[in-house]
Nanobody, 118 residues
Framework: QVQLVESGGGLVQPGGSLRLSCAAS????????MGWYRQAPGKERELVAT???????NYADAVKGRFTISRDNAKNTVALQMNSLKPEDTAVYYC????????????WGQGTQVTVSS
């Protein structure tokens, strides 16, 4: 079994910064892709950023230039540095990992709340 545990969420003012972390444990494939998604109340879960084992990154247009994703392959951790936060960034942020080995393996963390408000 795979477990993903997020940390670092909280309440910040517009323009502020937060750093989210996710620690993965269990039988994770060595070439798994890790990333972050978010979901606001009443809205569909959306991609924020992903990163491959080799370091290739992908960002949603809404966060490009403000957020940075990184990972430590040896520790199976992934982080999301969020700068210049806006109220529309308010959501539950979920850590995600997936890989393919004859079928798709797909796991989610429990989520951490990020609230951007004055």
């Amino acid at each position: 079994q795979v477990q993903l545990v997020e940390s670092g969420g909280g309440l910040v003012q517009p323009g502020g910064s937060l750093r989210l972390s996710c620690a993965a444990s269990g039988s994770i494939d060595s070439i798994a892709t890790m990333g972050w998604y978010r979901q606001a109340p009443g809205k569909e879960r959306e991609l924020v950023a992903t990163i491959t084992t080799g370091g290739t990154t992908n960002y949603a247009d809404a966060v490009k230039g403000r957020f940075t994703i990184s990972r430590d392959n040896a520790k199976n951790t992934v982080a999301l540095q969020m700068n210049s936060l806006k109220p529309e960034d308010t959501a539950v942020y979920y850590c995600h990992v997936w890989w393919f080995f004859y079928k798709v393996y797909n796991y989610w963390g429990q989520g951490t709340q990020v609230t951007v408000s004055s």
